[in-house]
């Protein structure tokens, strides 16, 4: 079956520690790769979307890459509220529903 | 852009009775939507998918007579958990897409609604 792992499933960092949270897909064909932010009780914040090998984008502190068999989320230099946890997807099924990994839960202390 | 609201944000209800949560698409028309569902320390797991206008599409071992969907516009879009028991108890999730600007298959969610069941 598809899956879509990520790795680690908790990362404590201070701030200003960098780190890169790891989403691994098995699955031919990749339409896309999809980061999101989940703050807890929130719905899911889009960040971006990846759809070919060596595709990278960025925004603010954070940069994610993909290769053609995972996908990396580059934190440089975190902040406290970046604190969340990080969910990838890649889509599932022909209508366009998403399946996500577990998610990486990260704490970043002042 | 790409705003999508839940309603209620939160609802506790006593078990067998029926709950509706609205999601509505606010800046957008959304073709397609789709309601997930997350217990504590999970991922989202999909519920259904719907296209407005049309019947909705569940996921397996999702029972269709007690998770009612209903898409009837395009920024619309209702579940309604029927006849709920304490095991329904959990975050519900709307997404949309389909606007302008976005790209082919990306996602927006809701704020989500908890449902507690009693």
């Known amino acids: 079956e598809d899956q879509v792992t990520q790795s680690p499933e908790a990362l404590r960092l201070q701030e200003g520690e960098s780190s890169s949270l790891n989403c691994s897909y098995t699955v031919s064909g990749l339409r896309g790769l999809f980061w999101y932010r989940q703050d807890p009780g929130k719905g899911p914040e889009f960040l971006f979307t990846?759809?070919?090998a060596g595709e990278e984008k960025e925004k603010e502190r954070l940069k994610a890459t993909l290769t053609k068999k995972e996908s990396f989320l580059h934190i440089t230099a975190p902040k406290p509220e970046d604190s969340a946890t990080y969910l990838c997807a890649r889509p599932g099924g022909s209508q366009g529903n998403l399946i996500f990994g577990k998610g990486t839960k990260l704490s970043v202390k002042p | 852009g790409a705003v999508v609201s839940q309603h209620p944000s939160w609802v506790i209800c006593k078990s067998g009775t029926s709950v509706k949560i609205e999601c509505r698409s606010l800046d957008f028309q959304a073709t397609t939507m789709f309601w997930y569902r997350q217990f504590p320390k999970q991922s989202l797991m999909l519920m259904a998918t719907s296209n407005e206008g049309s019947k909705a599409t569940y996921e397996q071992g999702v029972e269709k007579d007690k998770f009612l969907i209903n898409h009837a516009s395009l920024t619309l879009s209702t579940l309604t958990v029927t006849s709920a028991h304490p095991e329904d108890s959990s975050f519900y999730i709307c997404?949309?897409?389909?606007?302008?600007?976005?790209?082919?298959?990306?996602?927006?969610f809701g704020p989500g609604t908890r449902l507690t069941v009693t």
């Open positions: 997404s949309a897409s389909g606007g302008t600007g976005q790209g082919p298959l990306e996602q927006y």
């Open positions: 990846l759809y070919s």
